[in-house]
């Protein structure tokens, strides 16, 4: 991606930014509250235009299969469909209303994948937060994306969720070559399972490289 | 009783009506437009009137008033249209102007009265038809937006960050809407609509937890009590809306108390 900039309206909320993400690799972008994270991420996608720069894809598939695990989402307590309901409408191959077997059989292996097949066929809404989080990233990799986006997908969870949430992510990017950008608050988190980092800033000051070399000033809290 | 042509019309009518209310009902629980279909209804009471005061079939103004108007909402953004504020203005001006259009008409107040709470007893073999092929259209468009329309209606963030394109959605499925509100209101009267449109889907919910078997067994409560009411109604000769309302508030109620004890 290529000096990027991204705005709603007459304001720039990014300005100028590039990075690269190579095939395989787990990108954490860390960054206040309102520097532009989730705006960085709805470029990605395509529902926001950029206004200036350009985002190139190796390949145009990518584009077109991108996971995304949102940072919000409305299903209180009341949602009704079953977990595998809920992980079946990302489903979109076929025009058909009924699931054929192959479909049914991808939607088995993506919960066993994250771990859901226990609560597969119990309503979503009763679900505890990190159930509730697996399975948005079990619709998100249903369609064997080749980069996934998580948007502070942790931000509700205790430190063992978070965990294994992320080990889950990373066998799935170890055994696919998915790419995997995690946007995230969390520092040691981040530290901890990423290869490189992206770090936004208010000044709309940008800077990327391996983790390792990522270093917090005092004056920037994240 | 299937002797009569009438009650022969009035169950096949009533039985293509209660398959696409019970299917609509689920996407109309889970878009959260219980509120907008009852809005919907009234403007259809508005133009079943006008359809009265110019000489029309009340299905035929019913129509005409739902369709522009959910194209309008469809316009007009969901969104906005479903704040209650909005919602009370625009049926405040529709019962008016049915009222208007029904004191204008020389019409007896029968007529307002079927409009209102419904006489499927009495549908004529033309009125079927009609009934029978604006069915069909509503079951066919929906089935061939099924997937989408299942991912916008139970997760729309989800649908929105996978390319579906929600306001296309919203407008085909408002006026799939206004067309069962019309033909629903054949056998309910505008007035209780909802006793089709959206209670046995919210029966469904208590029982079952997938979509396709919440979207069958809300058509099975629509098409049981939807017969029933029929035959209870010519046993009687007590409204039939009566019996309807009745049976499915029952099928609701047992729902609450199964999900309630599990
Ligand atoms: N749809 C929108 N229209 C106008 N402005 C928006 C819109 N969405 C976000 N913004 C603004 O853009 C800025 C960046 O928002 P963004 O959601 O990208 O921040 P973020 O880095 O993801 O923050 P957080 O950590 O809180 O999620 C904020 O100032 C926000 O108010
Ligand atoms: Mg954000």
Redesign the pocket.
């Known amino acids: 991606m290529s000096h990027l900039t991204a705005s709603?309206?007459p304001?720039n909320?990014?300005k100028d930014l590039s990075f690269k993400l190579a095939q395989g690799e787990f990108l954490s972008i860390i960054?206040?509250?309102?520097?532009?994270?989730?705006?960085?991420?709805?470029s990605l996608l395509g529902i926001l235009k950029p206004r200036a720069g350009k985002i190139d894809f190796a390949d145009n598939s990518i584009a077109h299969n991108i996971g995304y695990v949102p940072?919000s989402r409305n299903l209180d307590e009341e949602y009704p469909i079953t977990v595998r309901d809920f992980v079946s409408l990302n489903l979109r191959d076929s025009k058909l209303p009924w699931l054929s077997p192959n479909e049914k059989a991808k939607v088995t292996s993506i919960l066993k994948q994250t771990d859901l097949m226990k609560i597969a066929n119990r309503p979503l809404g009763q679900a505890s937060g990190g159930e509730k989080q697996r399975a948005y990233l079990a619709q998100a990799l249903l369609n064997s994306p080749k980069l996934l986006i998580l948007?502070?997908s942790t931000a509700s969870l205790d430190v063992e969720m978070k965990q294994e949430l992320l080990k889950l992510v990373v066998k799935f990017q170890k055994e696919n070559q998915t790419s995997v950008i995690f946007?995230t608050?969390d520092l040691p988190l981040a530290r901890r399972y990423s290869d490189s980092y992206l770090l936004?800033t208010k000044q709309q000051e940008y800077t990327t490289g391996p983790i390792n070399r990522l270093v917090i000033s005092e004056s920037e809290k994240v | 009783m299937l002797s009569f042509d009438f009650m022969r019309h009035a169950l096949v009518a009533g039985t293509f009506i209660s398959i696409i209310c019970g299917m609509m009902g689920v996407f109309v629980i889970a878009r959260g437009m219980s509120f907008l279909t009852h809005t919907l209804a009234e403007i259809g009471f508005a133009g079943a009137a006008f359809g009265l005061f110019i000489g029309w079939p009340a299905l035929n103004g019913m129509l005409l008033f739902t369709v522009l108007s959910s194209a309008m909402v469809g316009q007009l953004g969901v969104r906005s249209a479903r704040r209650e504020n909005v919602i009370s203005a625009v049926s405040a001006l529709f019962l008016g102007l049915g009222i208007l259009f029904i004191a204008l008409s020389d019409k007896s107040a029968t007529s307002a009265t079927s409009i209102l709470f419904g006489s499927v007893i009495g549908i004529s073999l033309s009125e079927v038809w009609q009934v029978v092929i604006l069915s069909i259209v509503v079951a066919v468009v929906t089935l061939l937006m099924y997937r989408q329309l299942k991912f916008d209606s139970f997760d729309s963030v989800g649908a929105r960050v996978n390319g579906i394109n929600g306001a296309i959605i919203s407008i085909v499925f408002l006026i799939m809407l206004a067309l069962s509100v019309s033909v629903a209101a054949q056998i309910v009267g505008s007035l209780l609509i909802f006793i089709l449109l959206t209670l046995p889907a919210a029966s469904a919910r208590y029982f079952v937890h997938s979509v396709s078997s919440m979207i069958a067994l809300s058509i099975g409560f629509a098409v049981a009590g939807t017969w029933l009411g029929i035959t209870l109604g010519y046993l009687t000769n007590w409204p039939t809306s009566f019996f309807i309302a009745t049976i499915e508030v029952i099928f609701y109620l047992i729902g609450l108390i199964w999900y309630k004890r599990s």
């Not at chain 1, 960054?31 to 709805?42: F, I, P, Y």
């Open positions: 709603y309206g304001v909320i990014i960054g206040e509250n309102g520097v532009g994270k989730t705006t960085l991420v709805r940072q948007d502070e946007i608050h936004m």
